[in-house]
């Protein structure tokens, strides 16, 4: 495993960038010793892998300091916002393990507040209302290389600015005939600095607040100042707002009387290779039928990635792998995978399954004949104890561990060659059957009954170990195969060409009557196992008594790694 840039970072002096500012605030008892984080999600999509970061980031902030953080909707938005998202945004988050302080905060909650502090930056002339349209703002905004132009309005009467900016909470005024813009700096270099938008108008029904307000304000007017109500003390986001910082600062000093300041870090957001992660995007997915649904689980969503049959300790675990940077970054999806690999190794139990089967007879086997072979579970886990299957004379092998003619590296069936049926006998293959099409139905084997575990024959070596399942016993189910959704590495990185043109058409392969094992009558959805030498699987929520479904998470090796290819 290659070493993560935090890992590094974290030997060379034991923290990580935020970690270390933290630990100097509170070595100078910055804000009384206070360490108060918060998430504030905006509720207009599911939440992805990036989003987990974040939450393992800050919740797990909290947890090393003895500190608090909040979940916080960031819901300034209603056209794009639902309640179905809120419950889901709460519903992941505690998922991964963690849990907020106190209650879910909104920042719909502050918007008495913060209209209130708006009329005051008014009357201290430092808001006012532009009647300007919106494309006439932008372009008087400029480029950052010029001073932006002055809007007429911008030194218009308090008086003014205050009636106008009353008559537009009061649902006087259309969406777009104006809005309240904070009065700072034309000329400045930063382009968030030339007198930014407030307040819009927006007739439009909130999730929470229904029709109390038609005036909405904007993420940089109600962000930092959320954070401010909520005593949060360290505002870790990702690095686009890094250049909103001054802004951020600036709001704050008209208004906070103390010295008490939440203070905003940026860190680099987590781009995965092979995956979009835009909510707009993931959303377009679902919309447009590419996926089904958000928990899908070929989406990068927390719910798909459940589904799909991660743990929440796997995600945790590539989150702090990762760690924190600085500067953006790709990290290879492969990682990812390799982290649920890892976890379960160590706890799904292994089971047989033929995903695609070929019957077995043994000739020289009792018909009528079960033996009851113990298992043991995990082989990882000494405590996962072991189980019994039924051997019997015919049984199930994966077509492609048959070949008619194999190649001398081939150390699987056939003609003359001899396996191990893992945890039951050797066989030797004596003869096959064939349909009018060539195509293989049924194998001959003789079986060495003195090489069953304890017999004299047990410690004879064969090359190759097969899994088996005894048709008498085999269950049925359906498998749904998963591979990348996109078949390019950064699928939203082309200007001239639409990411869905990435999709892969083959990510979702289903096969039907699977056999398995028949331990597994009694697996429930949310059951995780190993299938031995084909892989980690769930059973998925779609199964149905006497027929189950199962995911597979992930192969047992990661088939796009070069070495494996
Ligand atoms: P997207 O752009 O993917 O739709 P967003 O940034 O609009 O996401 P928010 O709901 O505003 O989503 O984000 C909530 C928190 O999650 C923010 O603090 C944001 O910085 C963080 N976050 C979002 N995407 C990532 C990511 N890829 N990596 C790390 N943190 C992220
Ligand atoms: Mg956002």
Redesign the pocket.
Known sequence: MPESENEKSRKLSGLNFIEAIIEEDLYNNKNQGRVHLR????PN?YL?I??A??ICLNFGLAKTYNGLCNLRF?DTNPEKEDVEYVDSIMEDIRWLGFEWYDKAYYASDYFEQLYQWAEKLITAGKAYVDEQPQEMISEQRGVPTRPGTESPFRNRPVEESLDLFRRMRAGEFTNGAMVLRAKIDMASPNMHMRDPIMYRILHHHHHRTGDNWCIYPMYDWAHGQSDFIEGITHSV??LEFEIHRPLYDWFLDQLAEGSYRPRQIEFA???LSYTV????KLLELVNEGHVNGWDDPRMPTISGLRRRGYTPLSIRNFADRIGVAKRDNVIDVGLLEFSVREHLNQVAPRVFAVLDPLKVIITNYPEGKVEEMELQNNPEDPDAGSRKVAFSREIYIERDDFLEEPPKKFFRLGPGREVRLKGAYIVKCEGFEKDENGRITEIYCTYDPSTKSGGSGAGRKVKGTLHWVSVAHAIEAEVRLYDRLFLDEDPAGHEDKDFKSFINPDSLKILQHCKLEQSLETATAGGQFQLQRLGYFCVDKDSREKQLVFNRTVPLRDPWSKKNR
Do not use: I
């Open positions: 998430f504030p999600p905006e999509g992805h990036g989003h970061k974040s960031d986001c990702t957001r987590l781009n992660m835009s909510k707009r």
